[in-house]
């Protein structure tokens, strides 16, 4: 059974490179043409994201170059104990609906301050896993469809990550203590 998923693994992406084009000729498609048509659609799309993208990167860049992400770190680390969740990972709470670049980068030092056996560790990995980067997403694939307005969907993705986020505490305190 492993020799079969491997054969296919290996050729499923070079069967999928010829099969489809190959299909579309014997339907009479012009592969070139469609093939341009996607690519004029797919730099356009790239041309209306670059601005929410850079946005969206800067702002994460002034947050963590700036100390304010330590500092609130620090300033909420009474309140947010009790509720079971390290000032260490904090950081990820912030960043996370952000850019996942960055939200690896604070699990990242995470683990290598605290351990990856660490209760903060074992949070930060299952909190990563369980989240959305919703302002990526939002600035991306709504700036790639032309949606401008998007009233409803960013407090409801953002009411997703904090679930997200409130099941990861629950689920690593259950299962690991904390």
Do not use: Q
Request: charge should be positive.
């Amino acid at each position: 059974m492993k020799g079969a998923l491997d054969l296919l693994s290996a050729w499923a992406v070079p069967l999928l490179l010829a099969g489809i084009p190959l299909y579309a000729l014997t339907r009479k498609v012009n592969v070139y043409a469609a093939f341009l048509t996607g690519a004029r659609s797919g730099f356009e799309t790239g041309v209306r994201i670059v601005p929410p993208l850079v946005a969206v990167l800067v702002a994460l860049g002034m947050l963590r170059s700036s100390g304010a992400l330590g500092a609130a770190a620090r300033a909420l680390a009474p309140l947010l104990d009790p509720l079971g969740i390290p000032a260490s990972v904090l950081p990820l709470v912030v960043i996370r609906p952000l850019s996942g670049g960055a939200a690896l980068g604070v699990v990242g030092d995470v683990l290598r301050t605290e351990g990856p056996d660490s209760y903060a560790g074992r949070l930060v990995s299952v909190m990563c896993g369980s989240t959305e980067t919703t302002f990526y997403v939002l600035a991306v694939y709504f700036g790639a469809a032309g949606i401008t307005r998007y009233r409803h969907a960013l407090p409801a993705a953002l009411l997703a990550d904090l679930a997200g986020m409130t099941a990861a505490v629950v689920v690593v305190r259950l299962l690991f203590g904390g």
